[in-house]
């Protein structure tokens, strides 16, 4: 079973520009979620989507960050514009719902300088 | 509010020793509670996870003991190998939201 991609893996940018993340979850999995990750620190969720309607963005800052999910499998996390404080490892993750376990990617490392 | 507390921050440990980390929570809704596993530049991957209604699983060297009443759960590593170093991340859910809320992670290094 491949597991949740990611990509791309590392993303350097200048302040005030724009940056985008993709994910593709594990087949079958409804259930996707973005986290942010800073040094340091645990998982933190930003958006949850079941199929493709977010259930959970409230702790998404919707100024500057937008999330899609297209026929339910792909999703994409934008950015714009990208601040120093928002460098981090942001995750994406996917499980089957309910209380089944969420299987992470390895994440895309952003900084912003 | 910091709904999942996770102590200690960072962990040394001789090979062949017991590795514990604690974790506290405050939302009696939390259903499930996992630990995860995660190596630098890796995502965090599923280590083992336990329900309320049991109050220990064992699963080879990885325990988790489970305290309902004082809102606690525990991860124990036996026989900690240099290979178990890693950041162990405690977390919790409520099964009608689908959605885990981690607690700040333990740094455990084991020591050969």
């Known amino acids: 079973e491949a597991g949740v991609v990611q990509s791309p893996r590392y993303k350097i940018i200048e302040k005030k520009q724009p940056v985008a993340f993709w994910c593709n979850p594990i087949s079958g999995h409804n259930t996707l979620y973005w986290y942010l990750q800073n040094l340091g620190q645990g998982p933190e969720l930003l958006i949850r989507?079941?199929?493709?309607?977010?259930?959970?963005d409230s702790q998404l800052p919707k100024d500057r960050f937008s999330a899609e999910r297209l026929k339910g499998v792909d999703s994409t996390l934008k950015i714009q514009p990208a601040e120093l404080g928002d460098s981090a490892v942001y995750l994406c993750?996917?499980?089957?719902?309910?209380?089944?376990?969420?299987?992470f990617g390895n994440g895309t490392r952003l900084t912003v300088t | 509010q910091q709904q999942v507390k996770q102590s200690p921050q960072s962990l040394i440990v001789q090979k062949g020793g017991i590795s514990i980390i604690n974790c506290a929570y405050e939302n009696t809704a939390f259903d499930y509670f996992p630990w995860y596993q995660q190596f630098p530049g890796k995502g965090p991957a599923l280590l083992i996870a336990i329900r309320p209604d049991v109050s220990e699983k064992k699963e080879g060297r990885f325990t988790i003991s489970f305290n309902k009443s004082a809102k606690q759960f525990s991860l124990h590593i036996m026989d900690s190998q240099p290979g178990d170093s890693a950041t162990y991340f405690c977390?919790?859910?409520?099964?009608?939201?689908?959605?885990?809320?981690f607690g700040k992670g333990t740094m455990l290094l084991v020591s050969p």
């Open positions: 989507y079941e199929n493709e309607e977010a259930v959970d």
């Open positions: 977390a919790a859910m409520n099964s009608g939201y689908s959605t885990l809320t």
């Open positions: 993750a996917s499980s089957s719902g309910g209380n089944s376990p969420l299987h």
